[in-house]
Structures are given as C-alpha cells and as structure tokens.
C-alpha cells in the first residue's frame, strides 16, 4: 500500500513461441490497476450524488411551476441528500440561492418549512473543499452566505429562528468530521471561526432581539449563541458591543424566565464581553436607569430568594458587574436606589436595621456569603467619589459597621466567620476605612477613631500569640504575624492626620499616638528580623504621619524631641545602596527627609540637637549620593538649615569624596544642572550669551504666549523646577569669595551664581515685553523707558560678569606664569648649588696635588685675614697674634670639622690589620690623577663631628 492509499499494479510481459519470456519481440501493452482503499475496504469512503443545482434553481424559480409543488420539494429533498456530508465550496452560491427562494414561499406555503430546515441544518457542517486553497479562494462567498444565514432571522418562523441559532453554534465549533468523502475535505475550525467573525453574524443576532419579547424559547437559543460566539472571540465582542449588546441584554434581566436560563445566560455574555470587549463601551452602555433599575431587581431577588450555590455566584457575579458601573461618574447609582440597598445590605449584619428587607435576612457564613461581604465593602469604596452617596452612608452608619472589624482577632463563634475569613474582612475593612474615613470625619471621631486605632496598634506589638493567616492579597507579609494588621492601622492613621484636621491630630496627640508611633519606628529600627517591603511601607507610613502632625506647630515639634531626632539620623546612615533594591528605601529616605524639614526645622532646641549630632553632614552626604530627582528636596531642607547661624560653619567645615569642600560642591550641582538644561557657554564656563545667560537651549525654542495674570510663565516656573534658586541662595548665605578647593573654573561659575536674581528679574522683564508685543499692546511713555532702561541694564550686567569671568581666567593664567617662572628659578638654584660644589671639589683637589695652588690658596688667606683687621691702632694697645704657628691648612675653620674618612675597601674593613704606618703603601696613581678621585667621591661617606 502506498502513502495515498493506492495500490498500482503493473504487468509488462512479452511471451515467444517456446514459451519463455523475451523483451526484446512481442510488446505486450502495460496494464495498470488503481486500487484504492475504499475498493480494499480499509477506508469506507461516500460519495456525493451529483445533483445540478441551477435545474432546481431554474425550476423554482419557474413562475409556470408554482403550483408544482410536490416536484420542488422532491428536488429539495435530493439537495439535501446532495450535502448531507456538507454543503461543498463550489456549490455554496447556489444552495443559498435555493435557500433564499425556499424563504419567500414558506411565507404563503408551510411546505417548504421542513426543507428550508434542513437545508439551514446542513450549514452547521462544516463546509467541502476540494483543494486548500479553496479556503482562501472562496472567503468571501463564505462570509457573505454566513451573513445571508443571520438576515433570515427576520422570518417570523419560530422553528427556522432556532436551527438558525443551532447551525450557527454547531459551525463556530464542531470539529471536522472523521468520515472520508472522495474529492473533498471539510474546512477546519479555525476557518470557519474566522468567517463567522467576518460575516457580522453575531451583530445580526443581537439586533434580531427585538423581534424576540414574546417568543421565550427562542430568545433563549439566541443568548446561547451569542454566549457562544462571544466566548473566545474579541472580533464577535466588539461586534456585538456595536449593536449595545450590554444595554439590551442587560435592560431585559428581570423578564420572566421558567427555565431560569435567561439569568444565566445573560451574565455570562455580559463577563464575555467584559473579558473580550472594550471595557469602558459596556461600562457605558449600561450607566442607565434601565439597565441600573434590571440590576438592582435581580441582585435583591437573588439575595433574598436565592437558596442554591449556583444562586449564590450568579449574586456575587451581577455585585461585580454593577461595582464596575459604579465606578463610572455618570451612572445613576444613587437615582436608581441600588446604591441606598447595597449600603444596606453591607451594614446589616454589623448594625441593627429596621428596614424589612434585611429583618428576617440572614448571612450563612460560607465561602459565597463571604465573597459577597468583600465585594461590598469594595463597592462602598467605589461609590464613595460620588459625593451625593457620602450622605447615604453616614445615614447608614457605614463607619461604625467598618469598625466593628477593627479590634484583636478573638476567637470565633459557633455562627461566625471563621479565624481566616475574620482577618480578611477586617483587613478590607481597615483599607476601605482609609478610604472612607477622611471623606466622613465627623462619624470617625464619633465612633472614637483614634481611640480604637491606637489600641488595635497597641495589640499589633504585644507579645500575644497570633499567627496570621496573609491568605488575601491585602494579607501580603501577614502570614504568622501581625504586620498586615499593623500596615493598614498605620495607612488609616496617615490618611486621617494627614487631612489637617485639627480636631482629629489634636485628639490622637492627647492620647499619646506620637510617643506610640516613635516608639513603633524605634524597635522597627532595632529589630534583627531581615527588612521586607512591607516594614520598610510602615517606617515611611509613620515618618509621613509624623510629618502632617508636626507641620507648623511647634508645641508638636517639642514633643518630637531628642528621641524622633535620633531617630532621623539613624535613619539617613541607612546605606545608599539599598535605594535600588525594590523594597522601598527610596521612599523611606524621602519621608525622612521630609520630617526632618516638617519636625525639626523651626524648633531651635531639636535644630541645636540635629546639627550636635552631625545631622548637617548625613544630610550633604546624602546629596552627594542620591539621585538627581531627590536633590531638590534635599537642598530645601539644607536651605531651611541656613537660617540658623550655627549650620553656616557646619556647611563650610563638610568635606566630600577627595575632601570637597560644600561650595565646590555647590558649583558641580549648577554645572550638572545648566548641562542637563543645555545653557550655553564656552570651554571655560564663561557667558556666551549675555542678553539670555540663564535659559538653555530648551526653553529657547518655545514660544512665548500671552497667558492670564494668575498663570506662572516660563521663567518663573523654572524657579521650582531647577536646583539653580536653591544653590544661589545657599551660597547667600555662605558668600561668594574666599572658599578653599575652589580652583579659576569654579570661580568663573560663582560670578554667574552670584548675579543669578539679577539675570532672572531681566529674564522676567523680557518676557513681559514679548507678552506686551504679541498683544499688540505699547506701555505709556514713562514705563516704556523704564522698560527699555530695565532691559537695558540686564544686559549690561551680562557683559559685566562676562568681562569679570575673563579677568579671574586672566588672572589665573598670570598667577600660572609667575608659579612656572618660579619653579624654573628653583630649579636653576639647585643647578647652582651643584655647580659651587663642584668648583669648590675642584680648588680642594687643586690644593691637595699643586704645590703652587696651595701656595697661592695660603697667600689669599693671609690677605684675607690681613684685610679683616682693624686699620688703626690704639699707641698703648698691646697688640697679640692669632696666627697659630706651623698650621697646615689654607681654609678657615668652623664650629664643625668634616672628616674624610680612609675607604673600606683601602683598610680591609674593621678586622684588617690597623698598624697602617709599618705598612709601605704603594701611591702610584693617587692624588695626581684628578679624574680618578673625582670619580671615587661618590665612595667617601661624610660625618658631622662636633668640636669643642
């Protein structure tokens, strides 16, 4: 057997007259067999009956043959016979021509219902090709017949509606037949999806609903194929979006169903096209009262009326859809009374109620009930931006049923939530306070907020045994302990002081929270336990908090005290590298930096302590390590350190990395700005333009626009947004002359540092003359002058610092020159000395090997000393020599004698035999030969001996 299921066969034999075989006479023709698989019976195989169906057509269409009506639905009938393994590619224009006219007379003859059923029937098959690359060939006849199969849901038929929906269903996903049909192949899965979402069937659908309000059982056939086409396809979603598929499936929810499928059926689309469709197009279809009314209705009859699982999730499901319509603005929620229910129906079980609906209602405390209750309290955080739902809650006591969580985990009774079901709720209770409670501060502080927040604190550090569950995702880092009770508890603190409320701070200060909170951060901090992202969340949750309750109130920045100012330098000795390692330091140092400024700054007594505690240099150095967009914050608070004078020395004592001074520092951070800006100047630092020596190439390309008064421009914006303002007034305080370290450069950027207000008040001025020129508007005479004089001197500032930049560079260049001049001096002194030396060897030399030499160096010596006496003489003076007689030397003598001593190599060493004077010593070579001992000087060793 062959690889296409063919046996060929083949016989070529030419017989002669002996009988034996011979190729080369008698040809025998080839016979060849062709056995297929089918003939050997491995493969049973049909094949279709060829029916012409242009006859048909013809026939039916044959205005003479309009009362044959038994002849057309015999030649119906073989048409179905015809495709009753699929209708195939070639023939599909036809069959739905057929198709078609069986339409217009079922109208009038219901004889032709069962066939045109049938027919309907066979294009839930998948289609018969004959070649691959029929698939690509007839796409467009498909999608167009598919379409074609949707339009005829306008027959108000009942039965051709439902095998309409059924052949639709059966196409998008049956899989291709096992069964063999010789010459064709059934069109895969993927195809025929494909041409469904081509041919717009499932809009068609959506919009046949409207035929469909008093026919149940077939709108139910509807919303199944809709749920089926809508289930993996975005194409079909979006299709049906674009007919408002939500809003009018959504608007008919609570139509009377027997079956209970409508229900169903019609959640299940709705999450379809939440998963596969654009999201905010459903969210907006069903913002209306209609469907919001539907909604509502259903979700109470569920609840109230609802007994089974399945009832249960289908509840909790319509809960989540109608969270998402919550969240849109627009929706009429509150209009509607669903939101006034849901808030009911979150605080029943915690606050007594007598609203009827919830008297004899009661939770079963299971997985689904418990679902519900998280969904809700969900939902009230949603409904919360809607300012007119703020009063349904505090009508319905939504604070005090959210607190009814926020207490110790006790142990749970018989017909309560359990142990992880409890440390949930009260964790989503705890984040939807932190929402909810600031917009509703009144009720907090009736239900004693602050009260029950720091006792809830207070449990979280006890040493009573607990072990978290951390099953939720807001339980993240609780398992086996209390960190998730505690994180929360310190985010709803830092949401309600934050406010400003005084009332609120003033109450939690009086009940001790700030010492609770430091004492809180401090055993963080001396903790052993590996730091997580969750602790590090709660040390800035704490330092934020800090900060909102110590802002401009100095009573509060007392009790900060010493102990919250040890605590901030421990905290900025925290190592730089830790910045980047994801759990969060960055924002910790940030917060720290910030409650500096807020706890610190202003107290003298916590100032005087900070700088005590080198607080001034941890901050410098943090600015010389961290990154750009911290360094803002960080020079605002060494700015706000400047106004006490004792931070000026400690500024100006900081050294950095190879011992940089602050102001050198200083400079850097203004060149690493003015690049970063692109400001132009040359290869020295000076001035290029001076009539714009602040702008950068940036802001040079933008326009200027006329804007209203209150509006900052350009130039005042760069104010806040740069490090320039913050370094010029820095170094205000500080002074512009004299710093150490600071080399011509550095300088060259000082002079335009400290020029900085006057370029930026030009910078301004020349703003409001291109303002004024774009409005077409000219100043009266006087402010015009005024003006142009301003500008004027903005200018001519410019090209003073410009000219005072080239004097420093001058200056420097001068100051290089005399220091070179120098340096050769130095140099050519030594060489001086040296060459002395060498003359002075040369007469010493002299001395010792000519005879004559030594005379005359005796001859000058008497002279010298003959020059050096008195020239009168006293008459009676008795007059004594100083000449000391017989003495062999021709220098004068001085407190130090050098002694010369004989070399090593000469006597042998220390062991050699010392009686010298018995020994005849050969002098041959000797003194005589200069050159020989000025080699050897470098052998002698000279000694200091002092003389008495």
């Given amino acids: 057997m062959s690889g296409e299921g063919q046996v060929l066969l083949r016989t070529s034999l030419t017989l002669n007259d002996g009988g034996t075989k011979d190729a080369g006479k008698h040809n025998i023709p080839v016979v060849t067999h062709v056995i297929t698989d089918v003939d050997l019976g ?110 005829l849901m306008r027959l108000p038929l009942s039965e051709v509606r439902i095998q309409i929906c059924e052949s639709i269903i059966s196409f998008y996903t049956r899989q291709p037949s096992k069964m063999h049909i010789e010459g064709f192949q059934p069109t895969s899965t993927k195809y025929n999806a494909k041409m469904v979402e081509q041919s717009g069937v499932s809009e068609t659908l959506v919009l046949s609903l409207v035929f469909l309000e008093n026919e149940h059982h077939v709108k139910l056939k509807v919303l199944q194929a ?57 969210i907006n279809q069903l913002s209306n009262l209609d469907c919001i009314q539907a909604m509502k209705e259903v979700f109470v009859n569920q609840l109230l009326h609802g007994y089974r699982h399945y009832d249960r999730q289908l509840r909790n499901d319509l809960l989540v859809i109608a969270t998402l319509v919550a969240a849109n603005p627009g929706a009429p929620m509150v209009e509607s009374g669903f939101c006034k229910l849901l808030i009911l129906f979150s605080t029943f079980s915690e606050v007594k109620s007598h609203n009827p609906l919830v008297r004899s209602l009661k939770l079963s405390y299971n997985n689904e009930d418990f679902e519900m209750k998280k969904l809700l309290f969900n939902m009230l955080v949603v409904s919360s931006k809607d300012l007119s739902a703020l009063q349904l809650m505090c009508d319905g006591r939504v604070i005090l049923a959210l607190f009814h969580y926020v207490k110790p985990n006790e142990k749970p009774g018989v017909r309560e939530w359990s142990a992880a079901h409890f440390e949930e709720l009260q964790l989503h209770a705890l984040a939807a306070l932190a929402t909810l409670a600031p917009l509703l501060t009144d009720d907090y502080m009736t239900c004693q907020g602050n009260t029950r927040l720091l006792l809830l604190l207070e449990w979280c550090i006890s040493q009573d045994p607990y072990f978290g569950h951390g099953n939720s995702f807001h339980g993240s880092s609780g398992r086996g302990s209390k960190h998730a009770q505690m994180r929360y508890c310190l985010r709803l603190l830092r949401s309600m002081l934050s406010q400003g409320e005084e009332t609120v701070n003033q109450d939690f200060c009086d009940q001790g929270g700030m ?147 602050a102001a050198k520092f200083m400079v850097q951070l203004w060149k690493e700005e003015e690049k970063e800006m692109q400001v132009k100047r040359d290869k020295d630092g000076r001035i290029v333009d001076v009539e714009k020596p602040l702008i950068g190439e940036i802001h040079k390309g933008q326009r200027i626009v006329p804007m209203p008064a209150g509006c900052p421009s350009a130039a005042v914006m760069d104010v806040s947004e740069n490090l320039r303002p913050k370094i010029y007034s820095i170094f205000c305080k500080l002074g512009f002359e004299d710093f150490p370290g600071l080399s011509a450069e550095d300088y060259v950027t000082v002079a335009v540092i400290s020029r900085y207000l006057d370029f930026k008040v030009g910078e301004i001025w020349k703003e409001i003359a291109i303002e004024l020129n774009a409005e077409e508007m000219r100043p009266v005479t006087p402010d015009q002058e005024a003006l142009e004089t301003i500008l004027k001197t903005s200018k001519d500032v410019g090209r003073d610092v410009a000219s005072l930049q080239a004097e420093i560079l001058d200056s420097q260049q001068q100051q290089d020159f005399q220091d070179e001049k120098q340096m050769y001096a130095e140099i050519r002194a030594n060489y001086k000395q040296r060459e002395l030396a060498a003359k002075s060897w040369e007469n010493y030399v002299a001395r010792t090997s000519n005879y004559e030499a030594l005379l005359a160096a005796a001859k000058f010596q008497e002279q010298s000393i003959e020059s050096s006496k008195p020239k009168g003489r006293q008459q009676d003076a008795l007059f004594h020599t100083v000449n000391i007689a017989g003495l062999h030397t021709t220098s004068f003598c001085g407190r130090t004698v050098a002694v010369e001593s004989t070399p090593a190599y000469l006597t042998g060493g220390p062991l050699a035999r010392t009686n010298l004077a018995d020994e005849k010593i050969s002098i041959r070579g000797g003194a005589l030969q200069k050159t020989h001992a000025a080699k050897g000087i470098n052998r002698f060793k000279i000694s200091t001996v002092a003389v008495n």
């Fill in 515 to 661: 010492d609770q909170l430091l004492g809180i951060i401090n055993s963080m901090l001396r903790s052993s336990e590996e730091e997580d992202a969750v602790t590090v969340e709660m040390q800035t949750d704490i330092l934020l908090t800090l900060s909102s309750l110590c802002e401009n109130d100095l009573h509060k920045k007392e009790l900060f005290g010493s102990v919250g100012v040890e605590l901030l330098i421990r905290l900025l000795k925290v190592d730089s590298a830790k910045f980047h390692s994801g759990l969060g330091h960055n924002q910790l140092i940030l917060a720290t930096v910030d409650c500096i400024w807020c706890c610190i700054i202003g107290c003298y007594s916590s100032e005087d302590y900070f700088l005590e505690k080198e607080g001034i240099f941890l901050l410098l150095d943090l600015l010389a390590s961290t990154s750009q967009n911290m360094r803002n914050l960080i020079l605002g608070t060494l700015l706000e350190f400047c106004d006490n004078p004792k931070s000026i020395s400690h500024i100006s004592t900081w050294r950095g990395k190879k011992d940089q001074s």
């Fill in 226 to 282: 809709l749920q089926c086409l809508s289930s993996t396809s975005d194409v079909n979603c979006n299709l049906m979006l674009k007919a408002q598929a939500a809003s009018r499936i959504c608007s008919r929810l609570n139509d009377p169903d027997p079956t209970g499928q409508l229900l169903f059926r019609s959640s299940e689309i709705l999450w379809n096209l939440l998963e596969h469709g654009s999201k905010q197009e459903i």
């Fill in 42 to 151: 491995i493969i049973h195989e049909d094949m279709l009956k060829f029916t012409d169906l242009s006859k048909v057509i013809k026939l039916m269409e044959d205005p003479a043959s309009f009362n044959l009506t038994g002849k057309h639905l015999k030649y119906l009938k073989r048409v179905t016979e015809y495709c009753q393994y699929g209708i195939p590619l070639i023939d599909l224009v036809h069959v739905f021509q057929i198709l078609n006219l069986c339409a217009e007379k079922v109208k009038d003859q219901n004889e032709y219902l069962q066939p045109m059923c049938g027919i309907i029937k066979l294009c839930g098959l998948p289609f018969l090709k004959q070649k691959s690359s029929d698939e690509g060939h007839y796409s467009q006849i498909v999608s167009e017949s598919i379409s074609q199969l949707g339009y």
